[in-house]
């Protein structure tokens, strides 16, 4: 195990715009992600659904705004479908993903009952993605990539449709196409399914074999640099859930619509042998103060981030209801907001400890931290907290409608520790004691509202050399 001061001085190396050495890879203990170099990399993600319909100019200023701000991963489909996106299935340059229908017409990328042929890649639309993908690499960006989004409920949201349309043969075909175009793009992460395919929206048989066949052509591919794997399907699930595709994941992804990211962040957590991180949740500005889509996201989404990233540790993906479907000028305007300057300092906060050693309280071994005052995973005052099982560090995140006071239990750390509240509306910290023994349940109380005037504050307790 690396000294203390060792552990700090790393987290304090991976700091936003340092390239890691791709391809990503499982870790010994497979609870994290790591870089060829043995460095813990975080999922820090951004949503950005129809990125790929923009001019090559857009996406640079996009991704550039990403990495200032520390995200290290994107979430896209690499064809687009969503009819709220900016003219789906065009990219930047106005290419369409595919040649042929499957009667042998020439397909201009409208929908009709003749659906484009997966098998007839046109190599203009795909020159696109290469270029893409190689930029999003140059600046130290995974890229968490859906060949063939199925979309909720098999609808206009994505390519279900055309996937039964095209068949298991051509959908096998055309995912070993994909694999072995990108066998040596060394930043990808494959994502299956896509807001469908576990017990809410279950697929029929079709659409199983179709969605299997595109899964089996991808994997095989022999030795590709990338082989890591996930999935969204139906909301409140976890990548794992889906009974034929399961066992293929290597990653369990999280997804929550209606923002219960600590329930099923944990489902994930507790489930095993890979890492899990927190896929979807409530986007900024998709509730009352934005495009209405979805009424649990209310402010201030911050606290879902929170709450699944220390139900999860691996990481977290979100988005912003305005940028993902890169409408434009519209999408410009909502890169700076609230929420976006709130992840930018749970970037920094994340990259400044020592992430990977953390466990969520009473999973893996882990005691029960929060011991009064708590309450449970999924409700609206439940504070997420983790710690590292030689207890120099302890983490816990206290959401705007939880009571003032909770108890930790102090037996979680090693000896006498430093505790402090971080303000993760301001990125600073209050000092409570440099001295709490580390026996006993100690309670804590927040100290009021923070910079933004809301209520949630980070007990961080650690032992650093100070």
Known sequence: MLALAAVFALARGSIP???????????????????????????LGRTAWFVLSLPAADYRTFIDDTVARGFNSIEFHVIDHDPRGYRPPLNGRGDVPFLETVSG??????????????????????????????????????????PAYVGAKGGNQGWMQEITHNGPDRM????????????????????????MGTSRTPFDGEQTAAEAALLTG????????????????????IATDQLTFGTFMTMNGAYSWTGDVSGQGRRAYAYGEMPSFLLEEPYDEEGRDGNRVNSSASQPVRRFVWWGWLSTIGGYVAGNGYVWPFNPPVWRFHLDTQGSRDLARLNRFIRSIPWWTLVPSGLNGMRTLVVGNGSTPGTPDYI?????????LLVAYVPPMHPNSFSIDMRAMARTVRARWFDPTAGIYLTISSDLPNTGIRMFVPPGTNSAGSTDWLLVLDNRAR
């Open 17 to 43: 715009g340092a390239s890691p050495a791709f391809p990503l890879k499982v870790s010994a203990d497979r609870r994290y992600l790591t870089d060829q170099h043995g460095t813990p990399f975080p999922i």
């Open 105 to 146: 017409r020439k397909w201009d990328g409208t929908s009709s009952d003749d659906a484009p042929d997966f098998t007839t890649p046109n190599e203009a639309y795909w020159s696109f993605v290469d270029e893409f993908l190689s930029y999003c690499e140059s600046r130290g960006v995974a890229v968490l990539m859906f």
């Open 172 to 195: 096998r075909a055309y995912g070993k196409w994909l694999a072995t175009r990108y066998r040596h793009q060394a930043n990808i992460i494959w994502m299956m399914g896509g807001d």
């Open 218 to 237: 991808i994997t095989s591919v022999v030795d590709p640099r990338s082989t890591l794997i996930s999935a969204e399907w139906s909301t409140e699930s």
């Open 384 to 392: 997420a907290a983790a710690a590292s099982r030689d207890g120099v």
